[in-house]
């Protein structure tokens, strides 16, 4: 195969998926959105959430322009422009996500209402691929068109070319942090907030229209786990890709590298095939829920091993099979770490039921129990990251260290659809019951819910263990490009700046470590912040409005979306600015190596508070559900009482600060790469 | 000054360490015990344990007997009578400490109450100075005596002395993780059932006789924070004298290394210098207790590094400066870990005032902002032990590095002295309220016990701080051993193996990352389950016993005591023999350079894991004394009981798991230290 019909190949995956993104809209915005009272409420979501993504991407905006002019004067014009294309394409992908999870809620609930679960689950599942193959139909169209149009048809400028378009990887991380973090906060500030008087002052339902606040919740779930979950994807798919490339074209120009060309087009290839594997495993979307979700991972996973080893085989010939065991291991470890936290999360389990007995003693316990377990919890993700880096490094060096977090990534198309699934779903079951639609709507929809959490919490850890390969790419990356290798000839041997015994990069280490949990405290204590300025908001309401606990006047829904969203933005710029300023202090201030040995720092604390973060929040979360669920006294009980104690606790973890740290290494490393020629230079 | 009037000053330190523990035995046995309740109490309290002493010591005699034997078969049988000896010395020092620390309780309440507070702090920090006194004294002579006894007198065999006196510091090391372990097990497992049931079910106060458990909590401050903290700072202090000592005599007979054969015997000066530092510091404490022991600190720091400037220049002419910067880099840090924990848990500044406020909103609202500040809590220390560790090293090299860790212990007498005096403070209180004394006695053991805790934070501080120290210590030690050195030879270049790329090297880094986990989640468990049993224990009681709670009957102690003895005997053991079997796995299953990374990867969570444990759980304890020192409502208000859950679920966290990381990670790595021989023979 001659490299333009590669090419030729790699966009029209992506074309595809864009025409898909078009099929699928156009089959949800068919349905029907119902009664008056649905269109009315999710009205008030749909406003709740254009105002939020407005005021946030209008921040972004500004910040992503500041950098990209920072980035075009000191580092090189072609990387700013790259940076803004990247920031661009993140929002475009997280506008369109909101865009279709705003109108397919609705339509889930109405669904749910007339035609039953089967139909519900299409709707929803239709809502979640949207974003989805915005994901990765932007990212692989976008890296391609930025690839061609930098001039990497030329494959003898490839190095040159891939060096650039990192900074559209850049770009995408940097939308993702603010998104992410922004997202996560309003969310929790939100959910934690509405609850606090809600359930447990006023000891009215989740989602009851006569609280002020829950409005601002739905709108959450909208912002936070579908625009900030679809850019930290986009971002890590983007990332893989391009880290990736950079490494196969050093390898290809290096002599006594690999021979074939192919090798810096792998990386799309490969996504391409996970974006054609995700297409057919959509339509395997029927039956129960949770089996059809907890398949649509594995049939992904399968298709897309089997098309690469056929594409693979017969592009690389006889070197197909080191690539190829990379990209299978970065795949079973995604299978891995979601099945893992699955167990650890799932109230099908043992763990959450123990947390759940473990509440009968009272909230200190369950939160003990809790603890301890999302501490047993991130022990196999993260052995099995570090086998499947041995391996894919045993057989594919460091290019197979890189290309192994495309393999896992490659199947994205499918696991953010069932992740984005689930606010969709959140979403219906909360119109279903401000619109006062039946029981079993809300029982069908609560049932689709309750999947969407275990999808969730498997999508949480495939999120953190793909930017943990992510960013390990990234600084495998950093120590190969031209810079780099400047530095070495002119300081020392290569070996000696990376020894463990480096003092700077000793230091380096330790200093990184300490900033993912720096990290999470700034994030969590945002939240909390967030949701008293709610609490008081809410309170006041039911004090000055009268007729609210009666039903007879309305709630001012607006002034708390407002308060939580100007709590969110306000907050959301200080921890990327902490990701973007610290790799600066410290590679300025100590070292290249210094810079080196922090992004590993981070990156190991980072996976591991990630994980234990996402896990144990959805452990609380789901021992909750258990005891709802009618066991251990049910709803009401004390034990209830300690659960949702614990669930609050656990609330900023899962989706505020935990998902956070993924993006947050990810920048963090990429800031490192993209500044290291700039500190190289100032060192040599 | 010849070797031996070098080895004879030493020696001299040790001698009188152990004479003064001697005068102040003397002097608190001389003490009047006081009532026959008191001594009555006293008594149980002793009993109590002794009995867990007993049966603790006895298991781990046959732990240390067993892998003495492996040992001596495997590594060599010098090294093998070297382990049991420091298991023996280790095991010394805390039946010392015990054996005054429940002498000095009855001691100091009698004297609260006949001759007032400053006769009381006088007795508590005599009894707590024993301890500290019998780490340093059996610390210096216990090494100093094996130097000798193995041939060390002779400088050319400093090598192998050293290499075989690594066995010390591992027995006292193996000892260290169960004694913390087990103790740390027991006394929270004790305190937090003894709570659940007395405090919030049947509301009666703190120590009220009337609790079944109340013995078995007072008999947890001995045998958790006395005997478990001694272990801890034992092995800290000899490891770091070890491990400088095989790095000084590595150097002295490199060809270009240091010329001085003083350096292989530095290590065990400046701790001599601290032992006199830290008596002369003791005859400064009076006054209020508060400011006489924060002071404490300082003084001895600076009386060391004044005393060790002198000595050091006539010692070591004009190579003074390099090890003299690295010493003080140790003090410096230890005084800055011990400031950051104090302000961060102490409730006479803003953050613990802070979460005491969120706990207005709720037990979740109180828990996460004290979440977030224990995060916050960890950056300062590890970006100074980090920087720390740079300069030691810029200017010392490696060696700077382990000499640093001997700085910063060299003041043990005195830390030691001012933690071990809270649990002793604590006791008393505990039985001036069994005892029915006056209101005015409780008040001033309070208020001793309030400075106790403050006290018990910096010094949690100080022991990860020095453990990380320690273990870095070993970690460089390994790298320089002769079995290392030839696995180099054979294998390829020193850096190379070293490299961060390296991707054994990388694995383990990432597998060693999640020990500390893993071992915080055993340890935690076993706390709850313990409680939870004891709880069970104590609802029995009440309802059995019938006059319990009219004063009437005598609740059964010793029942509680047994109890709570078997479950922290049972569960001391796997996360003890996680410590050590785990490195032996991933050495000889992956390689000498997967067991460096793994050393590194769990020094750097461990750290992380260990601080912010240690700073959290005293910021919940010290919120929820804020309120009960009236402040948002006082004792009884809602936001009261929001406090004490915090506190409950900061219980293990501060004296349980946090406190067993020091050692865990220590254990770890020394473990990989006397067994990288043997791995590496495996290997080539």
Redesign the interface.
């Known amino acids: 195969m001659d490299i333009s019909t590669l090419f030729l190949l790699i966009a029209t995956s992506g074309i595809v998926a864009i025409a898909y993104i078009g099929y699928l809209t156009w089959r949800i915005l068919k349905e029907d959105e119902g009664t008056k009272e649905i269109k009315e409420i999710s009205g008030y979501i749909r406003e709740g959430s254009n105002a939020y993504m407005k005021r946030q991407y209008s921040l972004i905006a500004a910040i992503i322009a500041v950098i990209a002019i920072i980035i075009a004067v000191f580092v090189g014009p072609l990387v700013g422009i790259a940076y803004g294309i990247g920031g661009l394409c993140s929002s475009l992908t997280g506008f369109t996500g909101i865009f279709i999870a705003v109108r397919s809620n609705s339509r889930t609930a109405n669904a749910a209402r007339t035609k039953g679960l089967g139909k519900a689950l299409d709707v929803a599942f239709k809502g979640g691929s949207v974003l989805a193959f915005s994901v990765v139909g932007i990212g692989v169209l976008g890296i391609t068109s930025l690839f061609l149009l930098f001039g990497g048809y030329d494959m003898s400028k490839a190095v040159d070319v891939a060096n650039t378009i990192i900074g559209f990887s850049f770009g995408a991380s940097t939308v993702a942090l603010f998104a992410r973090v922004g997202g996560g906060i309003y969310t929790k500030a939100a959910d934690?907030g509405t609850d606090?008087v809600g359930k447990?002052e006023k000891g009215i339902p989740e989602d009851d229209p006569r609280n002020p606040g829950v409005i601002a919740d739905n709108v959450g779930d909208n912002v936070g786990d579908v625009a900030g979950m679809g850019a930290d994807l986009f971002e890590s798919y983007v990332g893989a890709i391009v880290s990736s490339m950079i490494l196969g074209a050093i390898l290809y120009q290096l002599p006594g590298g690999i021979s074939k060309v192919e090798w810096v087009l792998l990386p799309l290839i490969v996504s391409a095939v996970g974006i054609f594997a995700s297409i057919i495993t959509g339509f395997t979307i029927r039956g129960d829920p949770a089996t059809a979700l907890t398949r649509a991972t594995i049939i992904s996973t399968v298709i897309t091993a089997v098309i690469s080893y056929f594409v693979m085989t017969n592009l690389l010939g006889s070197a197909w099979f080191e690539p190829f065991v990379s990209i299978l291991c970065g795949l079973i470890v995604g299978v891995i770490i979601g099945e893992t936290s699955d167990y650890f999360t799932s109230n099908r389990y043992s763990p959450t039921k123990r947390v759940a007995i473990?509440d009968q003693?009272?909230?200190?316990?369950g939160?003990?129990?809790g603890?301890?377990?999302?501490?047993?919890s991130?022990?196999i993700p993260?052995?099995f990251?570090?086998?499947g880096?041995?391996i894919a490094?045993?057989v594919g060096g460091?290019y197979g260290?890189a290309i192994s977090a495309v393999g896992m990534l490659s199947i994205s198309g499918t696991v953010v659809a069932a992740d984005a699934y689930g606010p969709i779903t959140d979403n219906a079951a909360g119109i279903a019951e401000q619109a006062k639609l039946p029981g079993e709507v809300r029982d069908i929809c609560d049932k689709l819910d309750s999947v969407g959490n275990t999808m969730k919490s498997v999508c949480k850890g495939f999120a953190i263990g793909s930017a943990a390969l992510t960013a390990?790419a990234f600084l495998?990356t950093m120590?190969q490009i031209p810079a780099f290798t400047q530095y070495i000839s002119e300081v020392g041997?290569?070996?000696?700046i990376?020894?463990?015994?480096n003092?700077?990069?000793?230091?380096?280490?330790?200093?990184g470590?300490?900033f993912p949990?720096?990290f999470?405290?700034?994030v969590?204590?945002a939240?909390?912040n967030g949701?008293?300025k709610l609490?008081d908001e809410i309170r006041r309401q039911f004090r000055e409005i009268k007729g609210i606990m009666e039903g007879t006047a309305k709630p001012d829904y607006a002034q708390c979306v407002t308060i939580i969203t100007t709590n969110a933005i306000k907050s959301l710029v200080l921890p990327g600015i902490i990701a973007i300023i610290a790799p600066l202090i410290i590679g300025f201030l100590?070292g290249p190596d210094a810079l080196?040995?922090m992004s590993?720092?981070a990156i190991?604390?980072g996976?591991?508070l990630g994980l234990?973060q996402g896990n144990v929040g959805n452990t609380w979360d789901n021992a909750k559900k258990y005891v709802e669920a009618g066991n251990l006294g049910g709803k009401g009980s004390p034990t209830h009482a300690a659960a949702v104690?614990g669930d609050?606790?656990g609330d900023?973890f899962k989706d505020s600060s935990g998902p956070g740290l993924n993006i947050f290494i990810k920048l963090m490393t990429i800031t490192a790469l993209v500044f290291m020629p700039l500190i190289i230079q100032y060192f040599i």
């Open positions: 934690v606090l447990v473990a003693g009272g909230p200190a316990l939160i003990l129990t603890f301890s377990l999302g501490m047993y991130v022990f993260i052995v990251i570090a086998v880096e041995l490094y045993s460091l260290v390990i495998v120590t041997s290569l070996d000696r990376l020894s463990i015994l003092p700077k990069l000793f230091a380096g280490l330790l200093i470590s300490a949990a720096f999470t405290g700034v969590v204590l939240v909390s949701a008293n609490v100590i080196l040995g590993a720092g190991i604390t996976l591991l234990f104690i609050t606790v900023p």
